[in-house]
Nanobody, 128 residues
Framework: QVQLVESGGGLVQAGGSLRLSCAAS????????MAWFRQAPGKTRDFVGG????????YYADSLKGRFTISRDNAKNTVALQMNSLKPEDTGVYTC?????????????????????WGQGTQVTVSS
């Protein structure tokens, strides 16, 4: 497993942007798929987006396509989530996850992970 630490959360007005970062340590995250999840108050934790180790393919929740972008820097063991045009409903705790990349016939986001390492999360609050 890897240890994950998120940063970059905060308070932003609707329409603004934030960039979250997740730093991995403990072992190289070479070979690991990475993803972001979020949990709004009183709701379940939902998949935001992920990036596959083997080919860099990215997948996003349908409702977030076009506003959120995931990228990774393998040399720095970091993965970032750029969030633009933020809305109040984007408010929540954003958590980074990692899981060993595996050969699979699954498609889309289901082809990532499974995720077995989780960060503590960072709060994002979007005011209206």
């Amino acid at each position: 497993q890897v240890q994950l630490v998120e940063s970059g959360g905060g308070l932003v007005q609707a329409g603004g942007s934030l960039r979250l970062s997740c730093a991995a340590s403990g072992r190289t995250f070479s070979g690991y798929d990475m993803a972001w999840f979020r949990q709004a108050p009183g709701k379940t934790r939902d998949f935001v987006g992920g990036i596959r180790w083997r080919d860099g393919s990215t997948y996003y929740a349908d409702s977030l396509k076009g506003r959120f972008t995931i990228s990774r820097d393998n040399a720095k063991n970091t993965v970032a989530l750029q969030m633009n045009s933020l809305k109040p409903e984007d408010t929540g705790v954003y958590t980074c996850a990692a899981g060993p990349s595996r050969p699979t016939t699954a498609q889309g986001a289901a082809s990532l992970g499974p995720f077995n390492s989780w960060g503590q999360g960072t709060q994002v609050t979007v005011s209206s």
